[in-house]
């Protein structure tokens, strides 16, 4: 899963061995674990994004939220 972050920085989130992984995505298209962001393992995958957004928060401006950007956003 992508998300972007406020539009500030672009994570990719996946599941290994049961846990969640979090990458951030460079500029070079690089990604680096993020070892900050610990995301619960029992989250179902449509939870990830709130939960992005809740351990995130000191990141946010008015109006701004994560969003998922690897598919076509729901309105």
Same mark, same amino acid.
């Given at each position: 899963m992508r998300f972007d972050v406020y539009g500030r920085f672009v994570l990719d989130v996946t599941r290994r061995n049961g846990a969640f992984v979090v990458l951030q995505v460079g500029?070079?298209?690089k $990604? $680096? %674990? $993020?070892e900050d962001i610990v995301l619960d393992p029992d989250l179902a995958d449509a939870q990830v !994004?709130? +939960? %992005?957004?809740d351990l995130l928060h000191? %990141? !946010?401006?008015?109006? +701004?939220?994560?969003v998922r950007?690897? $598919?076509e956003h729901e309105a």
């Open positions: 500029d070079d298209g $990604r $680096r %674990l $993020r !994004a709130h +939960a %992005l957004d000191e %990141l !946010a401006k008015p109006g +701004a939220r994560v950007i690897d $598919r």
